[in-house]
C-alpha cells in the first residue's frame, strides 16, 4: 500500500515539474493535458491516504438554507440602502448564516433582470441595481426594487449618506438583542472606527455612542444628498422605461454599443 | 510606414502601464530597451520567442492580498480612506463626495474623467472627493498609453491627489524602502498624466499635487495607515527620461534599414519567425546589459547571455566595472592584470593597478 | 568591493569555478549550529508558511502552517518553533566563567553560545519580523498565546538585531558568509541565489561552477532558498494545497501542503549544511575568538535580562539608544575590517595596495639602537625594510604589524624602496629587546598604518538627558494591551 503511495508521490512531483516547465514555455495545451494528470495523481493518493486511514468520520449534514436571494434580500433589508456585495455578505456573517459567499452573489443581478424581462412585476421583489447619476447601474452595488426610486439612485454624496445610514441600522438592530453576536459587534466596530467620534481606538464599539456620531455627521450631508437624489430620481423617471429603471440605462447601451 | 511600425511589425502597439513607464528610468543607457519599448514591441513575447523567458512571476497569494487590500480600504464608498484624509490633511466634515468613474462603462471612463476633473478643476468646491477608478493616459514616442491610478482625490487644499494603495506593510513607521521607492515612482506616472490632462484641459498643471497618498497596511494588521509622498524627484526622473525617448530618431538613425523585431504571428498569434533571425536582429541594437535588469526588464536573459558570449564586464555589476576603470572586457581586463596585453593609451594607470594587484594576490595564494 | 576582489571575479569568471578571497575563516562556526530555513507566505510581513530547522544535518524538523491566513495557526508554527529553538538556546546559559577586567567588577560570561545560520538577508529580516509581531504577545489576557511565544519573539529580535553588528557571528547569512570568502564569476546581485553560490563555490563533479550556477537559477531544480517561494510553486502546487485544507483540514490535508513545503524546503536544508561545511574547510582567523567573545559577552547579557523580567525590546529606539547604537555598529565595523585584515594576508594585500600597508624583507637591523641618556634612555630598535609594494609611508607614520602583537614602529626615512623603521612597541621592558621582538636581516615582514586605535565612542548624554530637539527624554518603554492584542492580520 505505501510503496504505491511512494510511487504516486514521484509520480505527482514528476508531473509537476513537467506542468510548470509547460507553463513557462508558454505551452498552453500541454500544460492542460499534464494538468489533467496531476490531477488523477493527486486523486489517486489522495484516495490511497484516506484508505490506509480508514477511519474519517462523516461530516454533519448542513441545515437547510434560504435561497441566496431570500438572504440576500434580508440583509439589505437590515441595511435599508443599496449595499456592495462585500457589505451583504458581512451582515449576513454577522447576524445570520455564515453561508453566504460573495461569489454566489456576481451574476445575481443579472438572473433577477433576465426574469424580470421574462415576466415583470411577477415576483414581489427584485434585487436590482442602485443608478448614478449617469443613470448607469452603479457598479457593485444592489438594491431592492420595492424601494422608493430616491432610496436606489446616487448623488456624489450618497455613498457617503448611505455608508453611515448603514452603520446605523445595524448599530440599532444590534442594540435590539439580548446577545449581540460577536462578529456583529466586529463589523460595527470596524464601521465606526471610520465614522469621527463613534468608536475610542480599537476598543470595540458601543451602538448607542456609534448611532449618535454616524447621525451627526449624516446631518452635514442629508439635505444636499436628497435635493441631488431627487433630481436624479425625477430624471431617471422621466427617461427610462421600467426595466432600465430598475437595472439602468447604460447596461443596454454599454453592452449593445449603441451609445 | 513609420519607421517604429516596421521594427514592431503587423501588431499594435503593447501599451505601457505606469510600472513600465517608471521602469523605463531604470536603464535610461540602453539603445535596445529605448528602442523597443518606443516601438511598443511586447518584450515579455519576444523574451518567450527566443526561449529566454525573464524569471518573473507574481504568486497569487500577492494578488489576493493586494487586492483584498485595495477593497478593504476603498469599500464603503472609500470610508476608510476618508478617514486617513480627515486625520492626514484635516479635511472638512462636508468633503465626502464619490464617484465611481468606472460605472460609465470601460469605454468611457477616459472621456468621463477628464470631464469630471474638468469640472472639478473649474467648480472647486461642492464636487467630489474621491474618483475610484479612473482612466488617465500618457503618450509615449506617440503611443497613448492608459493609465489607471488606484483614486484620485481632490480637495485636499483645493488640489487633487494621487492615492497609491500597496499591500506592503508599514512597520512601526518603516516600510522596506524599495518598495516605497517603486510606489513613488509609479504614483509620479500618474501626477505626471495628470498634469498633462490639466494643461490638456487649459488649467493649470500643478493642480495636480506632488504630493501623493501611499496607503499600506499598518503592522501585522489590516488597518490602512496613510504617508503622504514627495515624488518631485521621480517626476523629474522621469520627465527626463520621456523627453529622451523622444529622441528615438537618432536611435533609429543608426538602425540598418530593414531591420525589424517582427514575431511574424500566424492566424492564431503563434510566432513563426526563427528565433535564431530575431536573436540576429536584436544584435543590431546594442544594450548596456546591468545585474539589475534581471528585476526590471523582460529582456534581461537574452542580454545577460550576449553579454556572456561577448566577456563583457558588465556581468559582474557595476560595482566590478567601477574598480576596473571601466575596462569593458573581461579578457581585456585580465590580459593587463597578467601582463600579457599592452595596455592601450590611456589605460596605463590601470593596467598598472591591476598587475600589482595580480602580483599581490599570486604572492598571497602561493 | 576591492580591486583585487574585482579581479578574483574576473578570473572566476574565466576558469567557470570561484576564486577564494580570503585565506582564514573571519567568522566564528559553531561545533553544533542550528540551522534554520524559513518561508514566508507571499505578499505578507510575517506570514510564517514552514521552515527546517535543526542541529543534525539527518534530522531536520519541519514545521508547516497549512493555512497561513489562520492566525491560531500562525502562533502555533511560533510556539513549535520555540519548541526546538529555546531550548537549543537555553542550553547555552548554564556553564560560566568569571571574567577578570582592569578597572571593574568582574563579570559571568557564557563558556559557549547559539549560533543560528540562515540562508541570506531577507530570512535574517524575516525573523526579525517574526520576532515583532511575536515579542509583545501575552500568556494571560484578551488573545493569549503559549507562553514560549513571547519569548520566542524577544530571542528572535536580539538575534536579528546582533546581526547587523560587523563580525557578529551568532546569527548569520549563508550567502553572506560564503560572500566573504569567495568571488564568484557572476554579479553580487546573483550571489544572493544561495543555490548559484554554492554551485560557482563547489560545483558537482564534472560541472563547471558557472553551469551549476546556471541550473541553479531554474525554480524547479532549485527551490528558492526563501523566505520568498517561488511563484509558480505559489500558484500551481502550494495555493491548491491550502484551499484543499481550507476545504477540509483533515490529517491528509496537513500532510499535503507538509509535502509541498519538503520539496521546496529540503534541497536548501542540504544547501545550507554545504555550505557550513565549506566554511569549515577553513583555517579560523587569529581574532575570530575575540569577536565570540564579544558575541558571548551580549549573549550573557540578554540571557541577564530576560532573567531579570525586563520588559520587551521597545518598538522604536530613542533618540539617544540610536545613536549610541549607530556609534557602536560604526566602531564595530572600523574593528572589523581592521581586525581582518590583521588575520588575513590577502586582505591587507588591499591596503598594500592602495598604500596603506607595505611587506618586504628585512635588509638591516640593529636591535640595540637607543636614544637619550641615563633615565631616559629609550630602546629603539632600527629595521631596514625593502619593499616592491607601490606606495610608502610619510616618515613620522605610526604602524602596526600583523606578524607581531602590541608591535609598533615609526617610520623615519624613506629611502627608494627601503624603508627604515623606528620600533616604538612591543619590546619589553628590558635593557635590551625581548627575543623575536626585533625582525631580523631576511625576515618577511608586514606593516601597516592601519591600527586598532579608534576614536572612542562619541559623548552622548545619558537617554534621560536627551535634548528635547531630539524628542526629549523617552519615556521608560512599557509595552501595552494594544501592543498584546495587536492583530495579526
New interface residues.
Given amino acids: 500500500m505505501s510503496e504505491s503511495l511512494d510511487a504516486l508521490e514521484l509520480r505527482i512531483a514528476e508531473l509537476r515539474a513537467r506542468v510548470r516547465r509547460a507553463v513557462r514555455e508558454g505551452d498552453g495545451g500541454a500544460a492542460r493535458t499534464l494538468r489533467g494528470e496531476l490531477r488523477r495523481a493527486e486523486k489517486a493518493w489522495d484516495a490511497t491516504v484516506t484508505a490506509e486511514e480508514s477511519a474519517s468520520a462523516a461530516p454533519a449534514p448542513e441545515p437547510p438554507l434560504l435561497p441566496i436571494r431570500e438572504q440576500v434580500h434580508r440583509a439589505l433589508a437590515l441595511l435599508g440602502v443599496p449595499a456592495s456585495a462585500r457589505l451583504i455578505v458581512a451582515v449576513n456573517d454577522a447576524f445570520f448564516s455564515r453561508a453566504l459567499r460573495g461569489s454566489q452573489l456576481t451574476s445575481l443581478r443579472r438572473d433577477e433582470e433576465r426574469s424580470f424581462r421574462a415576466s415583470p412585476y411577477a415576483r414581489p421583489y427584485y434585487l436590482c441595481a442602485a443608478l448614478t447619476d449617469r443613470l448607469s447601474p452603479a457598479r457593485g452595488l444592489l438594491a431592492d426594487s420595492t424601494w422608493a426610486s430616491e432610496r436606489r439612485v446616487l448623488g456624489p454624496l450618497s455613498p457617503r449618506v448611505d455608508f453611515l445610514v448603514s452603520a446605523v441600522r445595524i448599530a440599532e438592530h444590534l442594540a435590539r438583542l439580548a446577545e449581540p453576536p460577536p462578529g456583529a459587534l466586529r463589523l460595527l466596530t470596524r464601521m465606526a472606527q471610520n465614522i469621527p467620534g463613534a468608536a475610542e481606538g480599537l476598543a470595540p464599539a458601543d451602538p448607542v455612542t456609534a448611532i449618535r456620531a454616524a447621525w451627526a455627521e449624516l446631518e452635514v450631508h442629508r439635505a444636499a444628498d436628497a435635493e441631488q437624489r431627487a433630481e436624479v430620481a425625477a430624471r431617471a423617471g422621466r427617461q427610462l422605461s421600467d426595466v432600465e429603471g430598475l437595472f439602468g440605462a447604460a447596461t443596454m447601451s454599454t453592452l449593445r454599443g449603441a451609445c | 510606414m513609420n519607421r517604429l511600425d516596421a521594427l514592431r511589425g503587423p501588431v499594435s502597439a503593447r501599451p505601457h502601464d505606469a510600472r513600465a513607464i517608471a521602469a523605463l528610468a531604470a536603464n535610461p543607457g540602453c539603445a535596445r530597451r529605448a528602442l523597443l519599448d518606443a516601438a511598443g514591441v511586447d518584450k515579455d513575447r519576444t523574451a518567450r520567442h527566443l526561449g529566454v523567458p525573464a524569471p518573473f512571476g507574481r504568486s497569487q497569494f500577492a494578488i489576493t492580498r493586494g487586492n483584498a487590500f485595495e477593497a478593504l480600504v476603498k469599500e464603503n464608498g472609500c470610508a476608510g480612506l476618508l478617514r486617513l484624509l480627515r486625520e492626514l490633511f484635516g479635511l472638512a466634515v462636508e468633503e465626502v463626495g464619490y464617484q465611481d468613474v468606472e460605472s460609465v462603462g470601460a469605454h468611457l471612463r477616459h472621456s468621463h474623467t477628464r470631464a469630471l476633473i474638468d469640472r472639478a478643476a473649474r467648480e472647486g468646491e461642492g464636487t467630489a472627493v474621491f474618483y475610484d477608478h479612473p482612466l488617465l493616459s500618457l503618450e509615449i514616442a506617440g503611443h497613448t498609453s492608459y493609465l489607471e491610478p488606484d483614486v484620485v482625490a481632490f480637495q485636499l487644499g483645493g488640489r487633487f491627489h494621487i492615492v497609491e494603495i500597496k499591500s506592503f506593510a508599514v512597520i512601526d513607521g518603516q516600510a522596506a524602502p524599495d518598495k516605497v521607492a517603486a510606489a513613488a515612482r509609479q504614483a509620479a506616472v500618474y501626477v505626471l498624466a495628470l498634469r498633462t490632462l490639466l494643461t490638456d484641459l487649459g488649467h493649470d498643471p500643478r493642480l495636480a499635487s506632488h504630493e501623493a497618498v501611499l496607503v499600506c497596511p499598518e503592522n501585522f494588521t489590516n488597518r490602512p495607515v496613510a504617508t503622504s509622498l514627495d515624488v518631485r524627484r521621480q517626476l523629474a526622473v522621469l520627465r527626463r527620461q520621456l523627453a529622451r525617448m523622444t529622441e528615438v530618431d537618432r536611435l533609429l538613425a543608426e538602425v540598418p534599414d530593414g531591420l525589424t523585431f517582427d514575431l511574424a504571428p500566424d492566424g492564431d498569434g503563434v510566432p513563426t519567425r526563427p528565433a535564431r533571425e530575431l536573436a540576429e536582429a536584436l544584435s543590431r541594437v546594442p544594450a548596456r546589459y546591468a545585474p539589475d535588469c534581471l528585476s526590471t526588464c523582460d529582456m534581461c536573459m537574452f542580454c545577460r547571455s550576449e553579454a556572456r558570449e561577448c566577456g563583457s564586464t558588465d556581468l559582474l555589476g557595476r560595482q566590478v566595472r567601477d574598480r576596473l576603470g571601466g575596462v569593458s572586457g573581461m579578457a581585456e581586463a585580465l590580459g593587463m592584470a597578467e601582463g600579457v596585453l599592452t595596455p592601450a593609451e590611456g589605460q596605463e594607470e590601470i593596467a598598472l593597478l591591476l598587475r600589482t594587484a595580480e602580483r599581490l594576490r599570486q604572492e598571497c595564494l602561493r | ?11 572566476a ?2 576558469e567557470g569555478v570561484a576564486q ?1 578571497i580570503a ?1 582564514v575563516r573571519h567568522c566564528h562556526l559553531a561545533s553544533r549550529p542550528m540551522v534554520l530555513v524559513p518561508l514566508k ?6 506570514a510564517p508558511l514552514g521552515a527546517v530547522v535543526g542541529t543534525d544535518p539527518d534530522h531536520p524538523r519541519l514545521l508547516v502552517v497549512p493555512q ?1 491566513r489562520d492566525r491560531d495557526l500562525r502562533f502555533s508554527f511560533a510556539a513549535e518553533l520555540a519548541e526546538v529553538l529555546l531550548p537549543y538556546v537555553e542550553g547555552f546559559a548554564g556553564a560560566t566563567e568569571t571574567v577578570e577586567r582592569r578597572g571593574g567588577e568582574p563579570y559571568e560570561r557564557c563558556l559557549d553560545a547559539p549560533q543560528i545560520l540562515v540562508p541570506n538577508r531577507p530570512a535574517v529580516t524575516f525573523l526579525g ?1 517574526l520576532g ?2 511575536t515579542r509583545f504577545r501575552r500568556a494571560d489576557g484578551p488573545c493569549p498565546v503559549h507562553p514560549s511565544v513571547p519569548l520566542l519573539g524577544r530571542w528572535l529580535t536580539y538575534f536579528a538585531d546582533r546581526s547587523h553588528r560587523p563580525g557578529s557571528s551568532l546569527l548569520l547569512a549563508a550567502t553572506e558568509a560564503l560572500s566573504t570568502h569567495w568571488a564568484t ?6 550571489d544572493a541565489n544561495l543555490a548559484a553560490l554554492v554551485g560557482w563555490i563547489d560545483p558537482p563533479e564534472g560541472m563547471s561552477g558557472a553551469r551549476a550556477a546556471e541550473e541553479a ?1 531554474d ?2 531544480l532549485w527551490p528558492p532558498a526563501g523566505p520568498a ?11 491548491p494545497a491550502v484551499r484543499a485544507y481550507e476545504e ?1 483540514p ?3 490535508a496537513v ?2 501542503v507538509a ?1 509541498a513545503l519538503r ?1 521546496q524546503l529540503e534541497p536548501t536544508w542540504r544547501l545550507m549544511w554545504r555550505a557550513a561545511g565549506l566554511l569549515r574547510a577553513l583555517p579560523e582567523g587569529g581574532r575570530v575568538g575575540e569577536r565570540w567573545e564579544a558575541d558571548r559577552g551580549s549573549f550573557t547579557r540578554f540571557v541577564e535580562r530576560l532573567a531579570e523580567n525586563g520588559p520587551p525590546q521597545a ?2 529606539d530613542g533618540a539617544v539608544g540610536a545613536a549610541a547604537r549607530l556609534a557602536g555598529l560604526e566602531r564595530a565595523q572600523a574593528g572589523y575590517e581592521v581586525q581582518r585584515a590583521y588575520d588575513d ?2 586582505i591587507m ?1 588591499e591596503y ?2 592602495t598604500g596603506e600597508a607595505f611587506a618586504g624583507t628585512v635588509t638591516a637591523a640593529d636591535p640595540g639602537h637607543a636614544e637619550g641618556e641615563g633615565r631616559s634612555r629609550k630602546l629603539r630598535p632600527l629595521v631596514t625594510v625593502k619593499t ?3 606606495v610608502q609611508p610619510a616618515p613620522g607614520t605610526v604602524l602596526g604589524s600583523p606578524d607581531r602583537r602590541g608591535h609598533a614602529a615609526e617610520v623615519v626615512e624613506v629611502a627608494g624602496d627601503e624603508i627604515t623603521l623606528k620600533i616604538v612597541k612591543g619590546m619589553g621592558r628590558g635593557r635590551t629587546p625581548a627575543p623575536g621582538s626585533v625582525p631580523e636581516p631576511g625576515e618577511r615582514v608586514t606593516y601597516t598604518s592601519l591600527t586598532g586605535d579608534f576614536p572612542s565612542s562619541p559623548a552622548l548624554p545619558d537617554p534621560e538627558l536627551t535634548p528635547w530637539t531630539h524628542g526629549g527624554p523617552p519615556e521608560e518603554y512599557v509595552p501595552g494591551d ?1 501592543e498584546a ?5
Avoid: C, I, Y
Wanted: overall charge negative; hydrophobic content about 40%; aromatic content about 2%.
Fill in positions: 568591493m576591492s580591486v583585487l576582489a574585482a579581479l578574483a571575479r574576473l578570473r569568471a574565466r577564494p585565506t507566505l507571499a505578499g505578507e510581513a510575517a497561513p519580523l515583532r509581531s564569476g557572476q554579479s553580487a546581485l546573483e537559477e525554480p524547479l517561494t517561488d511563484p509558480g510553486f505559489d500558484n500551481e502546487v502550494l495555493a477540509a483533515s490529517g491528509h500532510e499535503r509535502q520539496t518598538r522604536r594576508p590577502l594585500a598594500r595596495l616592491a609594494d607601490p494594544e492584542r495587536e492583530e495579526w492580520a
